[in-house]
Nanobody, 115 residues
Framework: QVQLVESGGGLVQPGGSLRLSCTYS????????RGWYRQAPGKQRELVAR???????NYADSVKGRFTISRDNAKNTVYLQMNGLKPEDTAVYYC?????????WGQGTQVTVSS
C-alpha cells in the first residue's frame, strides 16, 4: 500500500524559512507530476507548486520567488523550500503525486507563520 508522508512543518516567524519533505513507501508507477498544495482555515485547497517528471515547474503567483520545489528520485522524495514566509502562508500543506492511474495525497503538515 502506498503511503505519502510529509515532514518539516512547524511554527516560524515572518521572514523565516522552512523546508518541507514528502516521501513515500510502497511502489508508485508512472508518476508524471509531484506537487504541494495548501489549505488554510475556511479556504479551498490550492496548488502551491508542481514539478513534472520532465522537471518543469509552476508556482502559485503568491509564492513565486519565495518557494522552490525540487525532487530527489533516488530518495522518492519531493521538497518545498519556503523562504520569506508570511502570515498568509499559514496552512496545512499536502503533497500530491499524480500518476496515469490516479493520484496520491499525504496526510498534511501544519505550517504556521506568526510572531
Amino acid at each position: 500500500q502506498v503511503q505519502l508522508v510529509e515532514s518539516g512543518g512547524g511554527l516560524v516567524q515572518p521572514g523565516g524559512s522552512l523546508r518541507l519533505s514528502c516521501t513515500y513507501s510502497g511502489t508508485i508507477f508512472s508518476i508524471y507530476a509531484r506537487g504541494w498544495y495548501r489549505q488554510a482555515p475556511g479556504k479551498q485547497r490550492e496548488l502551491v507548486a508542481r514539478i513534472t517528471s520532465g522537471g518543469s515547474t509552476n508556482y502559485a503567483d503568491s509564492v513565486k520567488g519565495r518557494f522552490t520545489i525540487s525532487r530527489d528520485n533516488a530518495k522518492n522524495t519531493v521538497y518545498l523550500q519556503m523562504n520569506g514566509l508570511k502570515p498568509e502562508d499559514t496552512a496545512v500543506y499536502y503533497c500530491n503525486f499524480q500518476t496515469t492511474f490516479g493520484e496520491y495525497w499525504g496526510q498534511g503538515t501544519q505550517v504556521t507563520v506568526s510572531s
